[in-house]
């Protein structure tokens, strides 16, 4: 068996090294690199663009171009991640949390250089893994069911006590929401419409693509409008020596990218978990474990950024896993794959593993040498990447919004993906002003579905007796043990639970910010009411959600209230369902405005939203690519003012851009308006009306 598996894997890298081959995988890890740095779009796109492409290849050719793509889009997530604070994915969020502090204090470099280098050894390591386990795991994959993805999801969900930092009742508040976000659409048993507002966009529920992007993206640019600064103000260690010194980071925490990326592999193998939760699932762990995380990560420590890449880019080595040797995609992207596989007789299952095993190696050995690649063509572009932090915010702003606008359109491709994107922006920027963690939100919107549909299937299937199973019992004591070890620890801390008490008094200590928390709760009862007439199977997972939720907020409201002064946040009834009593961190980026007068703040957030909202009703009229250019040069001109000789350049240049990629080569279907309807004629001149 070993000398078959040596003698397959040697003979697809011989058939892979073929220089036609070789520029197919090149020109797909270029596609990757482009898509991963565009905020939104994603790989997703690319992937079903060159699927008709691979028809008169062979299928070690049509394989090396598409995963040099799928394989690239999560090495070029980082560098807006970093730059701007703006996930060029979904699973690139965590990177911001680090990569962007240390961007802002002139290690753009070092924070980019991490990033590939941990990238390219998580994608390595991920196709290594892929090879090795492809034939040992079949057997034990074969065993694992709707039960065991469960507790996988559960296990996930149990990492908000990490992700919640030091503000534990605020996180599990807000992963209740998240919990809830997930559960709008029509409900999988029942087909109970479930907080719709009785629109078509909610019956699949909000996409995740215009969520994060509003949750993470919005709010820093938000913040760099209000500060009206560059992200960084020196180019003093964006240099040679940076990115030396972020490569070497790499090596120095071998340990660290190791645990991260087998992490990333075995996650990325589970369908439904999806790249969204890894990096944050990584992070987490990274914290739990690293010397003195508590006390640096979100402040711009290094191992933070490694610990979301490495497991950001093995997810695909995983992901590939249950899809060739079961047909079971692992990711969106794989179930693209899987059309491939089609269009050249490929049947997954136990033909990829005897008769076809040469082409399964050669996939391995496409996501090992476009992580490579693409790696090393980072660094090629990296000092120039890294400059672009030092631009003023106006000269950024146009652009990166324009395109952010654009990739968020890529959720459902419905003018509801827009409104998805400002009311989660207007929601991020707010909680990031408040101190409320946004990772868990994200978490408990993306374990949720998981949660949920495979609770459903679970007990139709095999009633109780789910309960008795083997790693269904040891994940759901880890994630049992998960929760209550803060619990234990926190009471041994205070010297029992009558310390831990011991900071309440009975006068209450209100400020303007306790609004949020009531607003909260107005629409957790709000969502709690409108459930109550529902179907008893469709509210009853709901119900419980949403009021342990409504409990968490309250008693987060109740313990700031009530808290004595100089008492910290995070002791007592706050801290009962803390990771860990010494953890101070604060698990999300803090607010940089600090320099700026709350009445300025507040007028200039409103400025900011105001050049959204405009945006959005140019767009309604006169469609997207004709108010690309209009917004460069109104929001460079007014905010700048700018000169004419950069703003008509970058107008011209950004609508070239995206008229050519996204209108001509992806032929996006822009939404209709008012000018189309009012004049059809113009709908053949000018795109996208």
């Known amino acids: 068996m070993e000398a078959n598996m040596l003698d397959a894997a040697s003979t697809a890298l011989i058939t892979l090294l073929d220089p036609w081959r070789l520029f197919l995988l090149s020109a797909g890890v270029i596609m990757g690199l482009v898509l991963g740095i565009l905020p939104g779009i994603g790989g997703l796109a690319g992937t079903a663009l060159l699927l008709p492409f691979t028809f008169n290849m062979d299928p070690y050719a049509a394989m090396a171009l598409l995963l040099g793509l799928a394989s690239t889009t999560a090495t070029g997530d980082p560098i807006p991640a970093i730059l701007f604070g703006v996930p060029g994915g979904a ?29 390219m050894l998580g994608g390595i390591f991920g196709a290594i893994l892929m090879g090795i386990s492809l034939p040992i795991l079949r057997p034990i994959m074969l065993y694992i069911g709707s039960p065991e993805l469960l507790a996988f999801a559960v296990l996930g969900i ?13 996180g599990l508040t807000v992963a209740g929401i998240g919990l809830l976000i997930s559960m709008i659409g029509s409900d999988p048993q029942t087909g109970t419409l479930r907080w719709t507002l009785d629109t078509l966009y909610l019956w699949e529920g909000p996409p995740l693509v215009p969520i994060i992007l509003g949750l993470f993206a919005l709010p820093e640019l938000a913040d760099l409008a209000i500060g009206r600064t560059a992200i960084a103000g020196n180019m003093a260690k964006t240099d040679a020596r940076g990115m030396f010194q972020g490569a070497k980071d790499c090596f120095t925490h071998w340990w660290l990218v190791l645990r991260c990326s087998w992490l990333g592999a075995a996650l990325g193998a589970v369908p439904g978990i999806g790249g ?27 191992r933070g950024v490694i610990a979301s890449e490495s497991a950001n880019n093995s997810r695909e080595g995983g992901a590939l896993v249950p899809t060739v040797a079961f047909g079971v995609p692992g990711s969106a992207g794989m179930a693209i794959l899987m059309g491939a596989f089609m269009i050249h007789g490929l049947v997954p299952g136990p033909d990829m593993l005897s008769k076809h095993l040469n082409v ?64 989660f922006g207007l929601l991020g920027w707010t909680m990031k002003q408040m101190k409320f963690p946004r ?60 310390g831990m008490l011991s900071g309440f008094g009975i006068t209450p200590q209100l400020n303007p910010k306790q609004l949020f928390h009531v607003f909260l709760l107005c629409v957790i009862g ?45 002791t007592g009834l706050a801290s009962a369902v803390q990771s860990d009593v010494q953890q101070k961190i604060h698990m999300d980026l803090e607010s940089d405005t600090d320099h700026v007068l709350t009445r300025t703040l507040a007028i200039r957030g409103l400025i900011f939203f105001g050049w959204l909202l405009a945006f959005m009703g140019s767009m309604a009229v006169i469609g997207l690519i004709p108010t690309v250019p209009l917004f460069v040069i109104l929001y460079m001109r007014l905010e700048g003012p700018e000169p004419w000789k950069l703003v008509i350049p970058q107008a011209i240049g950004l609508t070239i851009f995206v008229y050519f990629l996204f209108d001509q080569l992806l032929t996006i279907p822009w939404p209709p308006t008012y000018i189309g309807a009012w004049f059809p004629a113009l709908k053949g001149l000018i795109p996208s009306v």
């Open 360 to 423: 399964t190696y050669a996939m391995v050995w496409s996501v090992a040498l476009a992580n490579i690649l693409g790696a090393g063509l980072c660094y090629l572009f990296s000092e120039q990447f890294a400059r672009l932090a030092t631009l003023r915010y106006t000269l950024i702003m146009p652009t990166v919004l324009g395109i952010i606008y654009i990739g968020a359109f890529q959720g459902a491709r419905n003018w509801g993906d827009l409104w998805t994107l400002l009311i």
């Open 91 to 119: 699973g690139s969020a965590a990177t911001v949390l680090d990569g962007l502090p240390m961007a802002k204090r002139g290690e753009a470099s070092r924070a980019l250089s991490a990033a590939y280098m941990s990238s």
């Open 526 to 570: 709000w969502a709690l009411l409108e459930a109550s007439s529902w179907n008893f199977s469709a509210k009853i997972v709901p119900l419980i959600v949403g009021g342990l939720a409504f409990a968490f907020c309250l008693f987060s409201l109740l313990n700031e209230v009530f808290r004595q002064p100089g008492e910290a946040v995070s």
């Open 439 to 498: 990772p868990p939100l994200v978490l408990g919107i993306v374990l949720g579905e998981v949660v949920e549909r495979y609770l459903f299937i679970s007990i139709q299937r095999y009633g109780v007796q789910w309960f008795s199973r083997p790693i269904v019992i040891v994940l759901f004591a880890m994630a049992l043990y998960g929760l209550l070890r803060p619990l234990r620890q926190d009471i041994k801390g205070h010297g029992g639970i009558k």
């Open 276 to 302: 969204a939760v890894i990096d944050w699932l990584a992070y987490g762990h990274a914290l739990r474990t690293e010397k003195g995380a508590s006390q640096s990560f979100g402040k711009g420590d290094v």
């Open 158 to 170: 149990s990492m908000v006590a990490v992700l919640s930092g030091n503000t534990p009742l605020r």
